[in-house]
């Protein structure tokens, strides 16, 4: 059986940083393709940030240069490190693998208050 357990987040004050986990099980999670998404409140759920079973990494726009997606195929985790955070990337926070029809973790609220 599939689990996607995130961790990491919570309330930070603006410029502050977070690194988020995954814990992946149920999957041979060093071939899949793994990334992050978000849904701010009245908004669409978009991509943050992926990481192939190769390490190659792409970003959204708008985190470009400040938050970092990282894997540790050893512990089946997959991280991201926001740095330089924004009222803007106030959001839960899924874990997705893109493979098997795709599966998402139940989500981390991240937030960033003044």
């Known amino acids: 059986q599939v689990q996607l357990v995130e961790s990491g987040g919570g309330l930070v004050q603006p410029g502050g940083s977070l690194r988020l986990s995954c814990a992946a099980s149920g999957i041979i999670f060093r071939l899949n393709t793994m990334g992050w998404y978000r849904q701010a409140p009245g908004k669409e759920r978009e991509l943050v940030a992926a990481i192939t079973s190769g390490g190659s990494t792409n970003y959204a726009d708008s985190v470009k240069g400040r938050f970092t997606i990282s894997r540790d195929n050893a512990k089946n985790t997959v991280h991201l490190q926001m740095n330089s955070l924004k009222p803007e990337d106030t959001a839960v926070y899924y874990c997705?693998?893109?493979?098997?029809?795709?599966?998402w973790g139940k989500g981390t609220l991240v937030t960033v208050y003044s």
């Open positions: 997705y693998r893109f493979s098997g029809g795709g599966y």
